[in-house]
């Protein structure tokens, strides 16, 4: 296999810090990812239960 | 269309394409044509996102699915608000950091340059055909229901877009999706009301539902946990996670979308917002088309909802033939209205059963009517020899007739009134062009920074580098009007197309997941696992019945296992070499 000098030398880089920016509504950007899925679960149940209902 | 409703479209065209040249004005450099100058706010990016992947098809289409078959589709939304907040935790950030203007620009920082050239390539070349298609979908349909013609349908909706994108760029892009999105948003809650309203009495809301429950048309949740049967909870977690991830996370179409925000924390709520939105949208687009296939219950159907489709077989069938479909398909209609009524009154197991089997009815009454145009009509032009072969290894059968995507226009045009069936072509319009013209502009992106300014001409000035970015442009626009004008004709070619896509989507995703989850990964790893992910794709699509969904997670997983297996292998290899 032909390997070139530069392959695995370079780090991947790291990530940015999170802005400084507020985060509306949630305060910080673990509590907004919390209730994004939070949300997603809340969604699915109420999707189950509307398929469910006895109507 | 009444002249209100001409009136109405005419309105949006004008206002969108003025709009559009209002909103872009100012461009002075690549940046700004590109990135918007990178100082968009969350809620504009956001709606951009929402706009560029809601395209006409997947608005019209989506409801004539529910109308077949129920909602079961929501399923794949499932992985969008997950892979939001995988995308906001892992590339999002490394895009921003390093200030790139594609995806795909991030990998030669990352690995090496033949990396960047063949994922760049690969975009360029499924999404500048797919993007003829986008055109052309939404083109046929409006065209066989207004009787418009069809060429001049893909001219007006392509070449209005063009024209705004070329001259503004990104912004003109993300500002016309924000007023499309509005537009978009006002016709859905417009459509669900319609519907809603013309449900006749004595049948009341919950009695529509009781109804579309009874077809299992409200069933969203099927735990099966068998990998051939489409949309199940856990293809829609899992695999539609995958399909997110590389949609919103490697397609430069929605990447170029979010590297416009002012700041880190904008791009990442714009993607948030999606992830907040998506699944209600979609259920409310999904919630429509069950009503009107409720609604329908009570207003008799045509016999086939292509009307140019319907229009040949009352031409060419033989007419005792014809008479007898018809009078099944009415009788079959009459019977399961009055099945549906006595339902909605009694609530009764038994009589539950009875209009299930009036629904079995209507479905083989349409089906024998499909049937007799398929007997009846000329056979199509069978597909070219290239053509043939590509279908046959890549394992796909020529389309079957599928009218699915005519039955909310059908519905809009006959029963909504004056005025608002024009503004619901406006919003399909709106859908249509959002879409394509976020597609115009990355196709522009990744042929200008990942080719042209590295291959062609690396230093040119600003004034350059902004002409040659409008001309390209205009390029890939008038490029997307060629494949739509001549898709007609191209048939199966179309599938081809298609299917080519999906083979690599999953593996994209493989290569970012090296260059961001792992350090070691090397670039031979990424280079030859990509390819390793593509052919694990094509055999899996050929030799098995696995659901396409799916195939973004073999790509992945297996692009991701190559390249750490062959990272792992090169100290080996350079000890032997």
């Not at chain 2, 109308?67 to 079961?72: A, C, I, K, L, S």
């Not at chain 2, 499309?180 to 669900?192: E, V």
């Not at chain 2, 309203?197 to 048309?217: E, H, K």
């Not at chain 2, 390249?563 to 080996?572: A, C, K, N």
Request: contains cysteine.
């Amino acid at each position: 296999m032909a390997v070139g000098p530069e392959e695995d030398t370079m780090p991947a880089p790291s990530p940015a810090p999170d802005d400084a920016e507020n985060v509306p509504i949630f305060g910080t950007w673990p509590r907004i990812y919390a209730a994004v899925i939070l949300c997603e679960l809340v969604s699915m149940a109420l999707i189950a239960l509307f398929s469910a209902w006895k109507y | 269309m009444s002249t209100l409703d001409w009136a109405v479209l005419i309105v949006y065209l004008v206002g969108i394409i003025a709009f559009g040249l209002w909103a872009g004005r100012g461009n002075v450099k690549i940046d700004d044509f590109f990135l918007a100058g990178r100082q968009m706010r969350w809620w504009a990016v956001g709606l951009s996102v929402m706009a560029t992947q809601i395209s006409a098809i997947t608005f019209i289409g989506t409801t004539g699915q529910a109308y077949n078959d129920g909602m079961r589709f929501l399923v794949v939304y499932f992985g969008l608000p997950i892979a939001m907040v995988i995308l906001c935790l892992t590339l999002v950030p490394f895009f921003y950091r390093a200030g790139v203007f594609t995806a795909y620009e991030y990998l030669e920082k990352r690995f090496d340059g033949r990396t960047r050239t063949l994922t760049s390539l690969l975009f360029l070349c499924s999404r500048g055909l797919s993007v003829g298609v986008t055109l052309y979908a939404p083109s046929l349909v409006l065209s066989v229901i207004l009787g418009w013609s069809e060429p001049a349908t893909i001219l007006l909706m392509g070449g209005s877009t063009i024209v705004y994108v070329m001259y503004g760029g990104n912004k003109s892009v993300i500002w016309t999706d924000v007023a499309q999105m509005a537009i978009i948003w006002f016709g859905i809650f417009l459509c669900f009301g319609v519907a809603l309203a013309q449900i006749p009495d004595p049948i009341r809301f919950p009695d529509a539902l009781a109804l579309a429950q009874v077809t299992g048309r409200l069933r969203v949740m099927d735990t099966s946990p068998s990998l051939t049967t489409p949309y199940t909870l856990w293809s829609g977690v899992i695999a539609g996670t995958f399909l997110m991830l590389s949609y919103f996370g490697c397609d430069q179409s929605q990447v170029q979308r979010y590297l416009s925000g002012s700041s880190l924390a904008q791009s990442r709520l714009s993607l948030l917002f999606n992830a907040f939105l998506k699944v209600p949208m979609q259920f409310l687009i999904l919630l429509t088309g069950v009503l009107v296939f409720v609604f329908y219950h009570f207003h008799t159907p045509p016999l086939l909802w292509n009307r140019v489709e319907l229009a040949k077989l009352e031409r060419l069938a033989p007419p005792a033939a014809l008479a007898e479909v018809r009078a099944r398909f009415e009788a079959a209609q009459e019977g399961r209205r009055v099945a549906a009524q006595t339902y909605a009154r009694t609530r009764a197991e038994a009589d539950a059963e009875s209009y299930r089997q009036a629904n079995v009815s209507v479905d083989q009454a349409r089906r024998q009517a499909i049937k007799l145009l398929e007997e009846t009509r000329p056979p199509e032009a069978a597909p070219s020899r290239l053509v043939a072969w590509l279908m046959r290894v890549l394992g796909i059968k020529a389309p079957a007739y599928s009218d699915t995507n005519y039955i909310f226009p059908t519905y809009i045009l006959t029963y909504l009134p004056r005025g608002l069936a024009g503004l619901v072509i406006a919003v399909i319009f709106a859908a249509a062009m959002s879409t394509l013209s976020g597609e115009f502009n990355s196709l522009a992106t990744a042929t200008m920074v990942d080719f042209y300014k590295r291959f062609v001409r690396v230093g040119g000035t600003d004034a350059h580098d902004l002409f040659v970015s409008r001309v390209l442009t205009a390029f890939w626009g008038a490029f997307a009007c060629l494949i739509a004008l001549q898709a007609g004709r191209l048939g199966s070619a179309i599938e081809v197309v298609n299917r080519f896509g999906s083979y690599f989507y999953g593996s994209i995703l493989g290569v970012f997941g090296l260059a961001v989850l792992t350090r070691r990964a090397s670039a031979t790893g990424a280079f030859w696992g990509l390819l390793a992910g593509m052919a694990t794709v094509w055999l899996v699509a050929t030799f098995t019945s696995v659901h396409f969904l799916w195939y973004n997670v073999v790509g992945a997983v297996t692009v991701f296992a190559v390249g750490m297996i062959l990272t792992s292998l090169r100290p080996r290899a350079r000890e032997g070499a």
